[in-house]
């Protein structure tokens, strides 16, 4: 009997480990492209300023040392650590938070009704009972100030539309770094091909995005596994063949020498350092798409190692060829295996684009379900994992506006520019989303949240205020796009409010009708029949007042007619009544 009754509990964690294992590979062609095609451009664009002046070892260690800490600390830590516990019934991203603030903690615009029933993660079951005074104090706090709840949304709708721009940057920026790569050994190749060949392969990217993120997981992960592979591999080639010594700069000491040295072009060059956790907020905003344990078993297990060996063997190729710091990435590969491995990256670059593409799906419907955004065809593309989600016009659009961005800048200098402002910006957001979180749903003491804060948050502001200072340079795209996907919301979101509140005050006048009349039938079963009548003319009357309201003062006849009608339709039901 035990062993009968065993089987199916021992088919059952099978079936779960082959599903989990399963979504982590699948999660490869979706969630980590974006991060791991960052070692084509970070050093590339980190050097390409003012930092030029200063290619010695110790600045090429120090940033490899920056790079480090900052994918362990932005990435593992709060990401992968922290982050991905906030989820919201399955759903990541910005909106997310704002939706566990506005139904567990009542401090947002947005009422209960219109937020996502349910419950946040599997954290809430930890969840101490006891309601902290730092939970109370900034609950208070938004009841007594309401602008600072209007404050909160448009935080909330500034990080969404960050997240939206950075959809259209991330598949001009990565395509068009990799297909430049080809200069490296067509140097009189003209510009325009490069471009007509990005363009090209940006179209047959946004053209598979219909069949589903499944799919797509199934037809990317390969190609992406391999990427990985060979980055690692010839990341652990040029370490030991170049330069072994590297691996001290796994040190934050370096850090400290960087700043020392290079002073404040140390701080302008973070602008292009920032660029290694590109896609590390993907990782939250496609939590819908798959689940928190695939993800971080491919990150820990993977994605990780691969990018540490990558750009440690980077820098120990840089620390022995200083010429070639500002020019290509493909000049660390081997020559035996550069047509491979610029083939292989090519690829790699299309499905770096599909995580935030899939990300942008995701907190677009998100906002769609709170009322933030127009109503868009959303098409679910998997019968098992119900955030798999793909929407016709969205695509098309974000399609358009990276074309115009790769024909229109063509410079992946000054794209990096306005890449990295829309990535930082976003990863704050979410701190200080998340130190609400902590106090007020989590119900922690609000030491822990500042604790989140500090450590996070101000490694965060350090990098966008570098990025900021390139706005000139590029940074003021990113701007403009999330500046126009905020008037949208915004005016959508108060055009809706205002339906609601019209529909809710025309409505009330008529709810206690249906309540009054069956205590004067004669029978239970007439009663029925004379609120199902009351109904129909309760909705009657319910699109009549948009009618009489859009025909302002030249009613009367019309309301004479539409009495007359009500009446006769009522005798009619009436007479049904006697007869029963």
């Known amino acids: 009997m035990d062993s009968e009754s065993g089987t199916p509990t021992r088919d059952s964690q099978l079936k779960w480990y082959k599903t989990t294992l399963c979504l982590a590979y699948q999660s490869f062609g979706v969630v980590y492209g974006d991060l791991s095609i960052s070692p084509i451009y970070v050093y590339k664009s980190t050097f390409s300023g003012k930092l030029r002046s200063h290619e010695e070892d110790d600045e090429i260690l120090g940033v490899f040392s920056l790079v480090f800490w900052t994918l362990t600390v932005i990435p593992l830590f709060k990401y992968i650590i922290f982050v991905l516990g906030a989820d919201d019934n399955g759903e990541g991203g910005t909106f997310a938070l704002y939706s566990i603030l506005c139904r567990r903690a009542k401090v947002g615009l947005l009422s209960a009704s219109h937020a996502p029933a349910g419950d946040i993660s599997a954290c809430s079951s ?87 993120t499944h799919r797509v997981g199934f037809l990317f992960a390969p190609v992406l596994l391999a990427w990985l592979l060979c980055i690692s591999i010839v990341g652990f080639y040029n370490t030991v063949h170049w330069n072994p010594g590297v691996v001290r700069a796994l040190s934050p000491y370096y850090v400290y020498i960087f700043f020392k040295k290079a002073g404040k072009d140390g701080w302008s060059s973070l602008g292009g350092v920032v660029l290694c956790i590109t896609g590390a907020e993907a990782m939250f905003a496609d939590l819908g798409h798959f689940s928190h344990l695939p993800i971080r078993i491919a990150f820990a297990t993977v994605v990780y190692p691969c990018l540490i060996l990558a750009y440690m063997g980077e820098a120990a190729f840089y620390t022995k060829h200083k010429e070639d ?164 919301m915004c005016i959508w979101h108060y055009g809706t409010l205002k339906k609601h509140s019209y529909e809710s005050h025309n409505k009330g006048s008529h709810q206690c009708l249906p309540t009054l009349l069956p205590t004067f039938l004669p029978s239970t079963k007439s009663s ?20 009489l309201a859009a025909l302002g003062r030249k009613i009367s006849i019309f309301s004479i007619a539409l009495s007359g009608m009500v009446i006769k339709m009522l005798g009619r039901r009436f007479m049904l009544l006697r007869v029963i």
Not at 143 to 163: C, F, P, Y
Not at 177 to 191: F, H, M, P, R
Not at 528 to 547: D, V, W
């Open 126 to 212: 930890q969840l101490p009972l006891k309601e902290m005074r730092g939970s109370v104090l900034l609950k208070e706090f938004f009841d007594k100030h309401h602008n600072s709840r209007i404050l909160l949304l448009l935080v909330v709708l500034l990080g969404t539309s960050m997240v939206i721009g950075d959809g259209i940057l991330t598949p001009a920026m990565s395509v068009l770094s990799a297909v430049n790569g080809i200069k490296v050994k067509a140097t009189g190749l003209d510009e325009n091909y490069t471009v007509l060949i990005a363009s090209l392969m940006l179209v047959g990217l946004f053209a598979l995005q219909h069949i589903g």
């Open 325 to 488: 710091l500002e020019k290509s990435f493909f000049k660390a590969i081997p020559e035996a295996v550069f047509w491979p491995v610029f083939i292989i990256a090519t690829l790699a670059t299309a499905v770096a684009s599909q995580a935030i593409i899939s990300a942008t799906f995701s907190i677009i419907s998100q906002c769609r379900a709170l009322s933030c955004f127009p109503r868009v065809k959303i098409m679910h593309t998997s019968n098992q994992i119900h955030g798999q989600i793909y929407i016709p016009e969205m695509n098309w659009i974000l399609m358009i506006f990276c074309l115009g961005v790769v024909v229109g800048f063509r410079d992946t200098d000054m794209i990096a520019n306005a890449y990295g402002l829309a990535v930082i910006t976003v990863m704050f957001v979410t701190t200080c989303l998340m130190f609400l979180i902590i106090v007020m749903v989590w119900k922690r003491k609000v030491l822990v949240a500042i604790a989140f804060v500090v450590v996070f948050g101000s490694l965060e502001l350090l990098y966008l205020s570098a990025c900021l200072a390139k706005v000139h340079k590029g940074g003021w795209l990113p701007l403009v796009f999330s500046l126009v996907t905020l008037s949208v």
């Open 528 to 547: 029925y029949l004379l609120l199902f009548s009351l109904s129909q003319f309760h909705m009657f009357l319910s699109i009549s007042n948009f009618m």
